[in-house]
Structures are given as C-alpha cells and as structure tokens.
C-alpha cells in the first residue's frame, strides 16, 4: 500500500531539516574576533590607493562551511556590506582624498555570532587646488558674467568662495565638487578667485586659492546732473525748479529712468521729459537727488537746499492758567518771528478754532468759563498763500467744589477708634477736606490725583459726640468752602457689667419650686444676646433680645440644681461682659422634713415608752420601800404645819419651735418642781417628813439675747 505525501508536508520536512542542518553547523562554528588593517598606511598623500582588509578568526569543524558577513563603517556610519566564505574581505580606496579621513572599523557575522574591530584612523592629507574659469573677461557695468569654481575629484561637505581681491562676493554650501554662479560686477577691474572649506567631524580644513581671472568693467556713463532755480538759499512760499539731465546718448536710451528724491519721498519718477517745480515750505530744507537707473546700475547727484521760515509756526495762549467755572479767560494767537523782507507783521491773518470749528477770525478771544466753554483750542496763521497751525490746547474750566457727605466707614462703637469718611461728588482736583468737631479743626486732608473719599481716624466717648462732627471741603481757597451736615449714624455702647438676680432668695429654695434668673446690664446697645450658665461653662440657655435685661425660668428645681450661676451679655460691639456668680442651694421640701420628723418621732417613741415603764416599776417598788418602814421623825419645826406635801424636782427637755436663723440654740438645764401626795386623798397632818426627789432631764433652750 502507498502513501501519498501532501506537497506542503513534504515542503516542512525539508525546512525542518534544513534548520536542524544549520544550527548544528553552526554549533560548530567558534568566531573569535574581527581585525582591521590600512594599507599602505594610516596616513597617505591625496590620490594614493587604500586598502582596507578586515580579518575574520574563526574555528569551524571540517565539515562546517560558514558564511561570513562583513560590513565596513566610515566615522560610524555604514560603508559596505558583503557576505562570503573567505576569512577576509578587502575594500578598496582608489585615488583616495581628503574627504575619505576619518575612522574606519569592520563587523563580522556568521549565524548569531558577531565581533567589531577596533576603530583605526585614515588620514589622507593635500586638498585639490581648485580652478576658477568665466564665460566673459571684459563687461560693461551692470552685465553679469558665469563663473565656475571646480574642485576635481574632492569629496565631502565641502564650501566655496567667491572673491573679488580682498572681498567675498558669493558663498555657497554643496556635495558637489563644483559650483557656478552668474555674478554683476561694479565698475572698473575685478580680479577674481575662488577656494573652498572642507568640514571633517567639525574641523574646517582650508584649500589653497584657484587661478585669479581679472574682468574689465566699463563704467555705464549715466551720472546725472541737478539744477536748482532760482536759489539754493529760498524763503518759505517761494518757487523752485529742479532740472535733472544726464549724457544726450544715454538720454535717447529707452531703459533709462530719472527720478527726483527728497529724504525718502521720491517727488518724481519722470524727470528725462520734463522739470519738477514747487512751492518752498520750511520743513523742506535738506537733500534733494537725482537718481538715474539703468537695470540694476544706479547712479545719482545731489543738492542742499536751506528754506528760510516766511513766519514762525503760531503759539496758542491761555490765561490765566487755571480758571473756574463762571470766572473770566483769554486765548491769544501769535508767532514769535516772520521774514520781514517778505511780509510785514499786519499781513498775518489769524483765526481761532474750538473742536476743528472757526470761532473768530482774530489772534484774540474772550469769553467766561463754562462747561460749554470746554474743549480743544488751536489758531491757524496765514500769509502768501503759507498757513501754519499751531499746537492744540485742551481748555476745561475748573468746578467748585461741591457740598462735601459726611460719612462713618465701619461701626461706631464707644471707646474705639472708628473712620469718618469727607467726599465731594463734583469739584476739580486738588480738594483740601477737614475735619471739625464744634467749632475745632480736629484734621485735614488734601486729594490731588483721584477722587478718592478722605478718611479720618476718631474716637468717641459718648453716643451724643458723634453729632459734634461735620466736614469742610474747598477746591479755590476760602471762597470755595462748602460744609457738610452734622454725622449722624448708628453708635453701639458695649455692654456694661451685668447684675445676676436669682428669686426665690437662695438660702430659701426648696424643691420643686421655680428658679427664676435674672440677668440685667446697666448699658449697652441693642439686640444684646445673654446667656446663662451653671457651675463652669454649662450652657443653661442663651437669647437674643432688644431689652437691657432678660430671664430665664428652672421649673422644679432640685437638689442636682444646687450650684453657682452666672450670666454672660454680649451686643454688636464684640466685646462680652460676665456677670459675679451667685451660689444656689436647693434645700429639702417641706413635707420631705416633716415625714423625716415624724418617721424620727416613731422610732423614738418606743424607746420612751420602755423608758417610762421602766422608771414607774422602779418608782412603785421604792415607795412601797420607804412606807413599809413608816414615816420618818417630825423636826420641832414642822409641828406648825403637820403634814406638807413631798417635793420631787424634775428637768424636763421642752422641744421649741424657735426660728434657728434668727435666735440660736443653747444647751441648758430648767428645774421643775412636782409636789408628790403621800396618799390618793387629801393631803393629811403627818409628823414625818416629806421625800424630795430630784430628777435633771435635758432639753435646748433659746440662748438669751443681748
């Protein structure tokens, strides 16, 4: 069975084995290095044959066949390239010239091995002396010739010179060994020369100079001549005629061309066919030329002419100088010299212009100053046929000063500094303001350049002084003053200290009762903002209000409300005042202490009721003692009175609801006395004596008052 094998199957084979081939070829292939050698030498004469031989040092198997590729470089840059199988290459110089210095170095690759030379100078030394040749030796002026400078064989970035002896004509850059130029040459002889730069990794190395060629030019005789009549010397208004002529050969010839030429003003192109006349003014005095031309030939003559004034230009005055509305002022028009052997001083004819509009035909004019007045004044003069206008002058009367506004910059607060404003809508420039507070000059002030408003610095004590100043202002001395209304404006009394009431009385505040707070200032502007605050900066409450006082209500206080209070009131001024701090203590309710009272009451009674009964069982024991012994012996003494009663003495705490603020407590001791009945009858006649029995109870008494 046969198998057909695709054509692009097959075709992948073979370069499969192709590469394989290669890169086991090339695996057998060791390139060292690369050498450069010049021959005959690294520095030759122009027009010697170089040979540069790079060398390829390489180790290959016997079955490998390597193919090297060389590549030459000239200052870097490429020169050749070749492939081969040789382990050397030459590259030839034939002829060589200054333009093939430089530094040389060759490559060597084969596969993906490569190695550079070391770099080697080339010096080739003596550049070709050039030859200059023309198509003309002898021109007439303004012809031109075609001249060739030629550097044979030269290579490189190379610049040629013209020159015409000492003086360069023409310069070109090229690549070319040779360049042409058609040059025009002025009048007489010109030796010409050429020569030539070459540029060498920035060194300009010059040649020698070509063959000299000396051109006769003749001279193209088309000077012209210049006649002025009547005078060269002329006085303003007088007439003068300009002839411009030339050689009656050259006149015939149809490319000549004269013209008459003043400064830079050509008065005519057309002077071969007639004369050129004027009327001489005085800023004609100077050059006047005649130029002839003939392609690119020119030729010229000149004269000075001098132009005397016929009269001075006009001067425009204005007095006085500075002049107000409603005040009087003149103009004047005048010149200061005339040429009397012409004219005399009445033939001068003067008028007066406002706005480029006549407004009298006189050298004199008179009228009051207003703003229809303003504008911008010139006179003109005028005699045989001359005018002369003068320099034009801006007139503006001046206007007084108007009723200065008095006005404040800022808020006004007493106690501090504050600008007061002075400004005049309308007035002319410089402006004196001042101040005054009554009938005192308190400051001044002078505005000369804009109408800015004028700023004093004052301060205030009271709010009534700020209507004790007004403002004075004056353009035109003391007849000018005008004075502005008293000020008036907003003044802010900061606020004074404030006064902290607090109702109830402190030392009377129970719980549960209303805490009203009260803060007042005895001065200060309104709105004024007052806060309240408890103990150190706890805001309680803070209020804006138009009054001198405000409060503020703690509902139900308790004994957390104990504590210090103070107030803080602040107004526009910027300036808060604290109030002193006051101490509140918020004491128990009523019927809190009087549950705490009777809750003490029954804990106690208990107690006295054991107490009691205790001390009546040890009472009933002792009397049931002394009369089992019976009665004691009657002294003599007491036979008068048989029988009296047992005294007992007793001290006895008495509770008194006495007011401890304003009568203090004492501790101190009251002796009672209780007569004691022997029997439940009637007292008896007994000859024994009665039984005294002391008994001392504590109690607080009100210490007497002095």
Partial sequence: MQVKIQPCLRMGTFLLLFLFTSEEAHADIILKKADLTIQPRNEVQRGTNVSLTCLAEVSYSAKAHPIHKYM????????????????????????????????????????????????????????????????????????????????????????????????????????????????????????????????????????????????????????????????????????????????????????????????????????????????????????????????????SSSVNITVKELFSMPVLSITPPKVFEGEHFNIRCHVKSFASERIQKDDIKYSIFKDNTPKISNDRYSDTASRATNGKYMCSAKANGIIKESWAEIFEAKVLVSKPEITVDGPVIVGKPFWITCHSENGSLPINYTLKRNHFNVNWTEESYTHNKSRFLVEISTPADISSYWCEAKNNGPVSAKMSERLYAHVIVPVGKPLLTVLPVPGNIEEGQDLTLICGIPKGSPPISFTFYRSIHTLLHNITVQSNSSSYVLTAVTRQDSGSYYCRALNSAEEASMSDPITVEVSLATWKKALIAVFCMLLVAPLILVFAMRYKAKRVGVNESVWSKGPPNVDQDSEGSPFEGDIEYTEVVHPQPVDPVRIPLRKGTDTVYSELQTSQGAPEHMNHRSMVEYAELSHDLPEPVD
């Fill in 72 to 299: 030459f470089y000239k200052d870097y840059q490429l020169l050749h390239t070749e492939e081969t199988s040789n382990t050397e290459l030459l590259y030839s110089i034939s002829d060589a010239r200054v333009g093939h210095s430089g530094k040389y170095k060759c490559a060597v690759v084969i596969g993906e091995q490569n190695k550079d030379s070391i770099g080697k100078d080339l010096t080739v030394k003596g550049l070709q002396t050039p030859v200059l040749s023309v198509d003309k030796f002898t021109v007439r002026e303004g012809d031109v010739i075609t001249a060739d400078c030629t550097a044979e064989g030269e290579i490189g970035s190379l610049m040629f010179f013209f020159r015409d002896g000492d003086n360069e004509i023409y310069m070109e850059s090229t690549n070319n060994h040779q360049v042409q130029k058609k040059l025009s040459l002025s009048k007489g002889t010109s030796n010409l020369f050429c020569n030539y730069f070459i540029n060498l990794g920035g060194t300009m190395l010059q040649s020698n100079g070509s063959n000299v060629i000396s051109v006769n030019i003749q001279e193209l005789e088309i000077t012209p001549s210049i006649t002025v009549k009547p005078l060269t010397n002329v006085i303003e208004g007088d007439t003068i005629n300009f002839r411009c002529n030339v050689d009656m050969i050259q006149q015939k010839n149809s490319d000549l061309k004269i013209s008459l030429v003043h400064g830079l003003t050509v008065l005519s192109f057309n002077m071969t066919q007639k004369n050129y006349t004027m009327s001489a003014k005085a800023n004609d005095s100077g050059e006047f030329e005649c130029i002839s031309s003939m392609g690119n030939i020119h030729k």
